[in-house]
């Protein structure tokens, strides 16, 4: 059975960084493509990026240059980057693989 363990969230001011992690059990996810999505209070989920097999990423075009998706395969964990954090960042951050999902981390950016 596939699990997922996302951590790494928190509360940060405007313009700080966090880095979430995403630890996969049950699956070797070498070969797949792995997402992370958001969630933020009485909105729907959101892709907002995703890492193929060969490491290439896309991104929700309100987090492309603030946020870096990566992958350690070796450790069967993937990662997101979180830079110049905005209010508008708050959620909880989802991570998926195939049909699974983690529990969620909860990221809040406020001053």
């Known amino acids: 059975q596939v699990q997922l363990v996302e951590s790494g969230g928190g509360l940060v001011q405007p313009g700080g960084s966090l880095r979430l992690s995403c630890a996969a059990s049950?699956?070797?996810?070498?070969?797949?493509?792995m997402a992370w999505y958001r969630q933020a209070p009485g909105k729907q989920r959101v892709l907002v990026a995703t890492?193929?097999?060969?490491?290439?990423?896309t991104y929700l075009d309100s987090v492309k240059g603030r946020f870096t998706m990566s992958r350690d395969n070796a450790k069967n964990t993937v990662y997101l980057q979180m830079n110049s954090l905005k209010p508008e960042d708050t959620a909880v951050y989802y991570c998926?693989?195939?049909?699974?999902w983690g529990q969620g981390t909860q990221v809040t950016v406020s001053s």
């Open positions: 890492i193929d097999s060969g490491n290439n990423t």
């Open positions: 998926f693989i195939l049909n699974s």
């Open positions: 049950g699956i070797t996810i070498r070969i797949y493509v």
